[in-house]
């Protein structure tokens, strides 16, 4: 079983750069691939990225493609997702989750653990 705690939101202005964090607790975070998603208000939870966990393979919503870097450091037990070029669209909360299964997921039914979810706030 895995904990995860996200920190790093905040409120910022359109063009703005901001890098989210996910602690995950215990010990076998590499084996876990871990995804971001988003959920503005009214609207369903989004998938934004993903890492596999042993390659480091990477996957990203459209939206974000090229604006946002996800990374992870198995030593440290975190999941990055660096957001440059940020948008009044990208206004959300942010929460990061973990599947104990190798490979990119896009689906929130995917994973197995989800953080509490930290809120960004894009002003134009």
């Known amino acids: 079983q895995v904990q995860l705690v996200e920190s790093g939101g905040g409120l910022v202005q359109a063009g703005d750069s901001l890098r989210l964090s996910c602690a995950a607790s215990?010990?076998?975070?590499?084996?876990?691939?871990m995804g971001w998603f988003r959920q503005a208000p009214g609207k369903e939870r989004e998938f934004v990225a993903a890492?596999?966990?042993?390659?480091?393979?990477?996957y990203y919503a459209d939206s974000v493609k090229g604006r946002f870097t996800i990374s992870r450091d198995n030593t440290k037990n975190t999941v990055s997702l660096q957001m440059n070029s940020l948008k009044p669209e990208d206004t959300a909360v942010y929460y990061c989750?973990?599947?104990?299964?190798?490979?990119?997921?896009?689906?929130?039914?995917?994973?197995?653990?989800w953080g509490q979810g930290t809120q960004v706030t894009v002003s134009s």
């Open positions: 989750a973990a599947v104990g299964r190798s490979g990119t997921f896009l689906r929130t039914y995917e994973y197995d653990y």
């Open positions: 890492i596999s966990r042993s390659v480091g393979n990477t």
């Open positions: 215990g010990r076998t975070f590499s084996s876990y691939s």
